[in-house]
């Protein structure tokens, strides 16, 4: 999550993978974004089999390396790729056919990425950063999740802060936001394998629960990263010390073979819409 092979290829799906070169979005359009400002900005994709709007993919702000890393069910933190292809950001809008499965979706993204960057990739095995999630010698700083906890509404809209700047959700409100440096995760009923994939997110690699904790907990977290802007100086604890300080956990640094996708080629401009 690899032998140098055209990309079309690689989709693991049994002999649907032999028509995969007649599938395709209705229209598709792709432009670079723009440059990120000094506010919050929406990073990420929407739409497509399976969510509430089917019919129509919708991504913003997102580096070329994420994109072929979604199209081929790969974690970015796999995905072998140029360093140019992570910061380069695109806008996608997409016309999805009507009826078509994750599969077939998940082979329209790969055309198009093979059609319009001219992308070719392989997979090997390599080994690679992991981590175990454990508790940290004081025990767990979190507690369980109330009975009667709902797990509310994400908020939509423009965020809110808090006295020090960091992204504020409101009572009952879940989610994980991020903002001049600082970021916030705050779930009200989360499992410690919720928690870990969350984190694997953040530092690019596999994290593996190993706390032993099998229950629902209520998870608040706030911390200083990096993201598309640069971090504001004195934003906050980094996201180790937040884990033990405010967590009470702790991820311990380990190493395990895991399979990479690699990009042998890719345009930095695609071809006109």
Request: charged share 20%; aromatic share 10%; proline share 8%.
């Amino acid at each position: 999550m690899f032998r140098p092979v055209a990309v079309l290829v690689l989709l693991s799906c049994g002999a649907f993978c032999q028509t995969t070169d007649k599938l395709a979005f209705d229209v598709v359009s792709i432009k670079r974004s723009p440059p990120p400002g000094a506010g919050p900005f929406s990073v990420g994709c929407r739409g497509g089999p399976g969510t509430d709007d089917p019919g129509l993919l919708v991504c913003q702000n997102w580096d070329l390396a994420s994109l072929v890393g979604i199209a081929y069910r790969s974690e970015f933190f796999h995905v072998s790729a140029p360093d140019w292809m992570h910061d380069a950001r695109f806008d996608i809008r997409a016309k999805v056919p009507e009826g078509a499965t994750r599969d077939q979706f998940a082979a329209m993204w790969q055309n198009m990425l093979a059609e319009r960057f001219k992308l070719a990739v392989h997979r090997e095995t390599r080994v690679s950063q992991t981590y175990d999630q454990v508790v940290a010698k004081d025990g767990p700083k979190f507690k369980e999740a109330a009975a009667d906890a709902a797990a509310g509404a994400p908020v939509r809209g423009p965020l809110s802060f808090d006295q020090n700047g960091y992204p504020s959700f409101g009572p009952g409100h879940p989610g994980m936001a991020f903002s001049r440096g600082r970021a916030r995760m705050y779930y009200p009923q989360m499992t410690m394998q919720m928690l870990a994939l969350q984190l694997s997110g953040q530092v690019a690699a596999p994290v593996h629960d190993e706390t032993g904790l099998k229950g629902k907990y209520e998870i608040s977290l706030y911390w200083a990263s990096e993201g598309l802007l640069e971090k504001e100086p004195d934003a906050g604890p980094e996201l180790m010390q937040a884990l033990r300080d405010q967590l009470g956990l702790r991820l311990e640094s380990t190493k395990a073979p895991a399979e990479f996708l690699v990009v042998d080629h890719a345009e930095r401009v695609p071809t006109d819409n």
